[in-house]
């Protein structure tokens, strides 16, 4: 009875481990998509302070769109298909 109890738990310590590694790299995907999408939205900017153009949107506006953009990115790694 005592070796199917060890049994069981380290079972469900191996279940929890591999949950544990799935969530680490749905983080790093996660990041590394929100990273390299930001960089292009930044560019842009970057070029306007330089070259002293006037900005063509608001900061709301800047905001809402960054939002609508990476709303679907984050739900598709939050429901990774196993």
């Known amino acids: ?4 109890s060890v049994e069981k738990k380290q079972h ?9 590694r799935a969530v680490y790299q749905n983080i790093r ?3 590394t998509c ?12 970057l070029l306007m ?3 002293r153009i006037p900005p063509a ?3 709301m506006q800047i905001l809402a769109i960054d ?3 990476d709303i679907l990115p984050a739900g598709f ?6």
């Open 34 to 45: 929100i990273l390299a999408s930001n960089v292009a939205e930044l560019v842009p900017f």
């Open 49 to 51: 302070v330089v070259l």
């Open 1 to 4: 009875m005592r070796r199917f």
């Open 57 to 59: 949107l608001v900061i």
């Open 12 to 20: 469900s310590y191996i279940a929890v481990i591999e949950q544990g």
């Open 29 to 31: 995907k996660f990041m």
């Open 77 to 82: 790694f939050s429901n990774p298909i196993i």
């Open 67 to 69: 939002l609508g953009t």
